[in-house]
């Protein structure tokens, strides 16, 4: 009588998605088979209702807001968010996670699972998404290859020795999930080494429903501190001076600048 071998155990798979901005209208079709397939879906949304509508898609899914408490340390949150997801995974489950804009983009969580999944010899990938910083080119008519961008993250300019490029333009995230004034006015006070209290800044936040507008909200400097921040604020910094060309490249031989940058690069210059 042969011997059958027993049925091999269920492989765990992970898939962090881009659910995009804007409710439903930015989802791609990949990362919607994704969410349709799953076992479980944990999901992390800007908007309470971005994370119904996506219940819609596929009911067995789990908010991962109930992680974040007031006092609790943001990277301990962050451990739990994966750690469950992880869990999941190791039980042979087809699991996403499903976060708001791009999964790769300002987000410790995707990256940090799908890390732990391969080491443990998980299949784990990502599909991209619509970020806030897509929206916010298009709503305030950016283009990041005219001067350049730099992004930082709010907390590690306050914490880290960071050299900030004042010729760029910068998109600057709020890191504090309920920020005091305090709070904000070291930020301020941060900036102001390097761009006048009279610098305009401008406070982004992408639409989530297509019925809302944008947030565009652009005021000096010196009254940030006194504005309403939150996670998923960016504070875009223009530029406070125009790009310096090196010695070889001076104004008296600006033919050598027009001839090799990009016409729109060439007209930022002195």
Same mark, same amino acid.
């Given at each position: 009588?042969?011997?059958?071998?027993?049925?091999? @155990?269920?492989?765990?798979?992970? !898939?962090?998605?881009?659910?995009?901005?804007?409710?439903?209208?930015?989802?791609?079709?990949?990362?919607?088979?994704?969410?349709?397939? !799953?076992?479980?879906?944990?999901?992390?949304?800007?908007?309470?209702?971005?994370?119904?509508?996506? =219940?819609?898609?596929?009911?067995?899914?789990?908010?991962?807001?109930?992680?974040?408490? #007031?006092?609790?340390?943001?990277?301990?949150?962050?451990?739990?968010?994966?750690?469950?997801?992880?869990?999941?995974? $190791?039980?042979?489950?087809?699991?996403?996670?499903?976060?708001?804009?791009?999964?790769?983009?300002?987000?410790?969580?995707?990256?940090?699972?799908?890390?732990? @999944?391969?080491?443990?010899?998980?299949?784990?990938?990502?599909?991209?998404?619509?970020? @806030?910083?897509?929206?916010?080119?298009?709503?305030?008519?950016?283009?990041?290859?005219?001067?350049?961008?730099?992004?930082? #993250?709010?907390?590690?300019?306050?914490?880290?020795?960071?050299?900030?490029?004042?010729? !760029?333009?910068?998109?600057?995230?709020? =890191?504090?999930?309920?920020?005091?004034?305090?709070?904000?006015?070291?930020?301020?006070?941060?900036?102001?080494?390097?761009?006048?209290?009279?610098?305009?800044?401008?406070?982004?936040? &992408?639409?989530?429903?297509?019925? =809302?507008?944008? $947030?565009?909200?652009?005021?000096?400097?010196?009254?940030?501190?006194?504005?309403?921040?939150?996670?998923?604020?960016?504070?875009?910094?223009?530029?406070?001076?125009?790009? #310096?060309?090196?010695?070889?490249? =001076?104004?008296?031989?600006? &033919?050598?600048?027009?001839?090799?940058?990009?016409?729109?690069?060439?007209?930022?210059?002195?």
């Amino acid at each position: 009588m042969p011997i059958h071998p027993p049925p091999t @155990a269920p492989r765990g798979q992970l !898939a962090c998605v881009g659910l995009g901005m804007m409710l439903g209208a930015h989802l791609t079709p990949r990362a919607r088979g994704w969410i349709e397939a !799953a076992d479980v879906v944990f999901v992390a949304a800007s908007d309470a209702l971005v994370e119904q509508w996506v =219940a819609t898609v596929n009911a067995r899914t789990v908010s991962l807001q109930g992680f974040y408490a #007031e006092g609790k340390p943001r990277q301990r949150t962050y451990r739990d968010m994966a750690d469950a997801m992880l869990r999941e995974v $190791r039980a042979g489950r087809r699991v996403v996670g499903a976060f708001y804009g791009h999964p790769g983009v300002f987000a410790q969580v995707p990256h940090a699972a799908i890390a732990q @999944a391969r080491d443990e010899g998980f299949e784990a990938v990502m599909e991209a998404g619509i970020s @806030a910083e897509d929206c916010l080119y298009a709503d305030l008519g950016i283009d990041p290859g005219r001067v350049g961008c730099a992004h930082y #993250e709010a907390s590690q300019l306050l914490f880290y020795r960071r050299v900030i490029d004042t010729s !760029a333009a910068g998109d600057r995230t709020y =890191a504090v999930r309920a920020s005091t004034v305090e709070q904000r006015q070291r930020l301020v006070d941060r900036l102001r080494r390097d761009y006048p209290a009279d610098h305009p800044v401008t406070i982004y936040e &992408a639409a989530t429903l297509p019925i =809302a507008a944008p $947030r565009i909200e652009t005021l000096p400097l010196r009254d940030l501190a006194h504005a309403a921040l939150h996670m998923h604020s960016t504070l875009v910094v223009p530029p406070a001076r125009a790009l #310096e060309p090196e010695p070889e490249h =001076a104004p008296g031989n600006r &033919a050598s600048i027009t001839a090799t940058c990009p016409e729109t690069d060439a007209r930022a210059l002195p």
